[in-house]
């Protein structure tokens, strides 16, 4: 029971190149979340999903696009990495609503643009 | 806009003492959870808060919703260097549509054997 994977674990960009960020879950959970960490700034929401073809903008959507074609995977695309982008990405994952505590987080993505 | 402040920013402890750690809001919220972050993994839920003025406790960990709804604490007691990591608050509305948490900035815990 694998519950969220993401993928790649670590990356190393060079700015102006792009990438997608993978997360898949096994939960059949409704929604899903993109959140970067940095240092003294605690998780910030970059974009979530309340549901497959679903997206919408958290806290600090620009530079990012998001996709969720299929109810297990929500895809974070950064199309033209800045240094800015460096930091830790971290997907989670939820039921639905009622179940507010029930946040799965994957292990993060620790992305360095250079 | 909305303010949540997390404090302290870090502590460095003795193995045995016990840890006190709070969160402020600038709104109301129904609902208080603490996440913990071990090195080099995502958070992870560990104590849940629904109701304003609740005391739940987890082993050695206790915590409480305070009564205005605007903040809540997090003590550990006699730690143990397993205890090492980062801890979150994450206040949210209960039943909103989109089920959005906000996280503190989070404090940092060293446990020194």
């Known amino acids: 029971n694998a519950g969220v994977t993401q993928t790649p674990k670590f990356r190393v960009l060079k700015t102006g190149q792009s990438m997608t960020l993978l997360c898949a879950q096994d939960?059949?959970?409704?929604?899903m979340y993109w959140y970067r960490q940095d240092p003294g700034m605690g998780l910030r929401l970059i974009h979530y999903?309340?549901?497959?073809?679903?997206?919408a903008k958290g806290e600090v959507p620009d530079g990012y696009n998001v996709s969720r074609l299929k109810k297990q995977n929500f895809l974070l695309g950064l199309e033209s990495a800045a240094p800015s982008q460096t930091s830790v990405y971290f997907c989670?994952?939820?039921?639905?609503?009622?179940?507010?505590?029930?946040?799965?987080f994957g292990s993060g993505t620790r992305l360095t643009v250079v | 806009g909305q303010q949540l402040n997390q404090s302290p920013q870090s502590m460095f402890i003795q193995e045995g003492e016990d840890v006190s750690m709070n969160c402020t809001s600038s709104?109301?919220?129904?609902?208080w959870l603490w996440y913990k972050q071990d090195p080099g993994e995502g958070p992870v839920l560990l104590i849940a808060?629904?109701?304003?003025?609740e005391l739940t406790s987890n082993g050695r960990l206790t915590a409480q919703f305070g009564i205005t709804r605007k903040d809540s604490f997090l003590n550990i007691s006699a730690s143990i260097p397993s205890d090492v990591g980062i801890y979150f608050c994450?206040?949210?509305?209960?039943?909103?549509?989109?089920?959005?948490?906000?996280f503190g900035t989070g404090t940092l815990l060293a446990v020194q054997p």
């Open positions: 989670a994952s939820s039921r639905t609503a009622d179940t507010l505590g029930g946040y799965t």
């Open positions: 939960m059949n959970h409704e929604y």
């Open positions: 999903s309340v549901g497959e073809g679903t997206t």
């Open positions: 709104s109301i919220f129904n609902t």
């Open positions: 808060l629904y109701k304003a003025g």
């Open positions: 994450a206040p949210a509305n209960y039943g909103g549509a989109t089920n959005k948490l906000i």
